[in-house]
């Protein structure tokens, strides 16, 4: 288990092999780094055998097709990912909190309630307490506090 929701990461632009293109090929958007493991624990298998995963980066942009993107043009679409993602499908069924599976709906329903605090705590004090695993099971390959909190914040 990482420390992927820590503000401190070894995982730095450095580490990315300087010829990986940081804008997605498609939408032309900045993408996120992400490690090795969050490509190999969520894309299907038959594409996660073929391939090292270095320096490949995840496409947020709402609309884009493109999940992941790397080196030589080489890209996954969200239809090669196992999981539904957040940024990409406005579902309530899609989960905000992949390690808890905390979906869209049950997020804005706790807002309707007034209880969205008491839901982002919710899962803090879980990840505190049970541990988390962003990076294989987040198709960003991070913490999902911050989609969490603009959620919240969305929906009030």
């Known amino acids: 288990m990482s420390n992927c929701c820590s503000s401190k990461s070894d995982f730095t632009e450095e580490s990315i092999k300087p010829e990986v293109p940081t804008l997605c090929p498609l939408c032309g958007q900045k993408g996120l780094k992400v490690k090795p493991l969050t490509l190999q624990s969520l894309l299907t298998v038959e594409e996660a055998s073929d391939f090292a995963f270095e320096g490949f980066r995840f496409c947020r942009t709402q609309g884009c097709q493109v999940a992941y993107f790397g080196l030589d043009e080489t890209l996954f679409t969200t239809e090669q990912v196992k999981v539904p993602i957040y940024q990409k499908d406005l579902n309530p069924e899609v989960y905000v909190c992949y390690c808890f599976k905390v979906s869209r709906g049950e997020v804005v329903a706790s807002v ?24 294989a099971k987040n198709p960003q390959g991070n913490c999902c506090f911050g989609n969490l909190k603009d959620l919240i914040q969305s929906a009030q």
């Open 112 to 135: 309707g309630r007034g209880e969205g605090s008491q839901t982002y705590d919710q899962v803090k004090q879980k990840k505190d307490t049970s541990g988390w695993d962003c990076e």
